[in-house]
């Protein structure tokens, strides 16, 4: 069964640190795999898709790693800010899906000033 | 301005009644796609359409129907036999192919209660 693990649920975390948030996929044929970001009671907004052919993508602070063969996935965000506090959720698109994403739990992440 | 426009924000449905979510999108995407979130969950599929008046059930499909009349426009119903509909309903659609193949975008998302 194609599976996609968020851990920790919930993370929180004083201003200024760097941290890392991991996803686990249980099937490595991945398409792609998309990181999103869901403030409370809001849709969601695409943050960084990594292509099953590339290791990473960066978008300022954020960083995405890609790891196939063990199946994972790490977003890092540096020198975090209480704007970074939201819901984040890593979704798995795999091939032959017929466009169907496999989404994880979320990681709410808390940023305290 | 593109994007996808969910309507109404929040919906109240009573006993034993049908209640249809709107979702318009002005992206010329070909497939659109209708996601429902519990709390502390991630997102599962209910429905999802990859071209016009072709539609298929996602991994929660019972309770809901769907139509695709027209390539801007996927509806969703939740029937009185969705015994549990209260939940947050998010609409998205993706471009067709190339690199930024699947990469969706989301609506604002509709919170259906139930009174």
Excluded at chain 1, 48 to 72: C, F, H, V, Y
Excluded at chain 2, 20 to 37: F, G, I, K, P, V
Excluded at chain 2, 94 to 101: F, L, Q, T, W
Aim: positive net charge.
């Amino acid at each position: 069964k194609q599976e996609v693990t968020q851990i920790p649920a919930a993370l929180s975390v004083p201003e200024g640190e760097n941290l890392v948030l991991n996803c686990s996929f249980t099937d490595s044929a991945i398409y792609n795999l998309q990181w999103f970001r869901q403030d409370p009671g809001k849709g969601l907004t695409s943050l960084l898709l990594i292509q099953s052919s590339q290791r990473e993508q960066t978008s300022g602070r954020l960083n995405a790693s890609l790891d196939k063969s063990s199946g994972r996935s790490t977003l890092y965000i540096a020198a975090s800010q209480p704007g970074d506090s939201a819901t984040y959720l890593c979704a798995v698109y795999y091939s032959g899906n017929t466009g169907k994403l496999i989404f994880g739990q979320g990681t709410t992440l808390q940023v305290k000033p | 301005d593109g994007g996808i426009t969910q309507s109404p924000k929040y919906l109240f449905r009573k006993e034993g009644q049908n209640v249809t979510l709107s979702c318009e999108q002005n992206l010329n995407h070909d497939a659109m796609y209708w996601y429902r979130q519990d709390p502390g969950q991630g997102l599962r599929l209910i429905y999802y359409s990859q071209i016009v008046n072709d539609f298929q059930k996602g991994d929660i499909a019972e309770g809901y129907s769907v139509s695709r009349e027209k390539k801007e426009s996927f509806p969703l119903t939740v029937t009185s036999a969705q015994k549990n509909p209260t939940a947050f309903y998010l609409c998205a659609s993706s471009s067709p192919g190339g690199m930024a193949k699947n990469i969706q975008y989301f609506g604002a998302g509709t919170r259906l209660s139930v009174l």
